[in-house]
């Protein structure tokens, strides 16, 4: 199984920061990496898919990265409706596999 | 617009039965295979079961093999769980989700595990 390992599992930060979340696979995915938001009480929301995709109205400042088995969430500058918990999820291969979660908080 | 939307989760006792249902709209359903994933409350997302779009191939968490089985009817765009032989850790929301590039997800259903 492909187990990703995601860090830091939460964070402060302040309203326009720039927040960096990452997540490694054990193995390699190829780009079949999905980064999702999720609100108390509210289903995931699909940010990104294949590493960088941005997914249709999601806005500009969330952004996706790949080096090797090393994949990277950008939050270029932090605001309100931001703080939310983020994961990472691998698609490549069944069983289908999540990072442990980071929770985006405010300073 | 895609609509995933869950129902039959609730409340049942240690040992018991449950089905969950998904019924989807808004896009080819039998195009698309469709996962399971639960979430205890306060804790992280764990992907539970999976199955292809046209129903051939089914995938399982190692936590579930066994007590959990995931169907599809493709003439009425609904995947459903069957969960059986339910243990207190198997309370959670469980959402039913498209886990490609789509990324979609249904609101999830509560099922509470309890005597």
């Known amino acids: 199984d492909i187990q990703m390992t995601q860090s830091p599992s939460s964070l402060s930060a302040s309203v326009g920061d720039r927040v960096t979340i990452t997540c490694r696979a054990s193995?390699?995915?190829?780009?079949?990496l999905a980064w999702f938001q999720q609100k108390p009480g509210k289903a995931p929301k699909s940010l990104i898919y294949?590493?960088?995709s941005l997914q249709t109205g999601v806005p500009s400042k969330f952004s996706g990265s790949r080096s090797g088995t090393d994949f990277t969430l950008t939050i270029s500058s932090l605001q309100p409706e931001d703080f939310a918990t983020y994961y990472c999820?691998?698609?490549?291969?069944?069983?289908?596999?999540f990072g442990g979660g980071t929770k985006v908080e405010i300073k | 617009e895609v609509q995933l939307v869950e129902s039959g989760g609730g409340l049942v006792q240690p040992g018991g039965s449950l089905r969950l249902s998904c019924a989807a709209s808004?896009?080819?359903?039998?195009?698309?295979?469709m996962s399971w994933v639960r979430q205890v409350p306060g804790k992280g997302l764990e992907w539970v079961s999976a199955?292809?779009?046209?129903?051939?191939?089914?995938y399982y968490a190692v936590s579930v093999k066994g007590r959990f089985t995931i169907s599809r009817d493709n003439s009425k765009n609904t995947v459903y769980l069957q969960i059986s032989t339910l243990r207190a850790d198997d309370t959670a929301v469980y959402y039913c989700?498209?886990?490609?590039?789509?990324?979609?997800w249904g609101q999830g259903t509560l099922v509470t595990v309890s005597s």
């Open positions: 808004g896009f080819t359903f039998s195009n698309y295979a």
């Open positions: 294949a590493a960088s």
């Open positions: 989700a498209i886990l490609d590039s789509s990324g979609y």
């Open positions: 999820q691998q698609y490549n291969s069944y069983p289908l596999t």
């Open positions: 199955i292809t779009g046209s129903g051939a191939s089914t």
């Open positions: 193995q390699a995915i190829n780009n079949y």
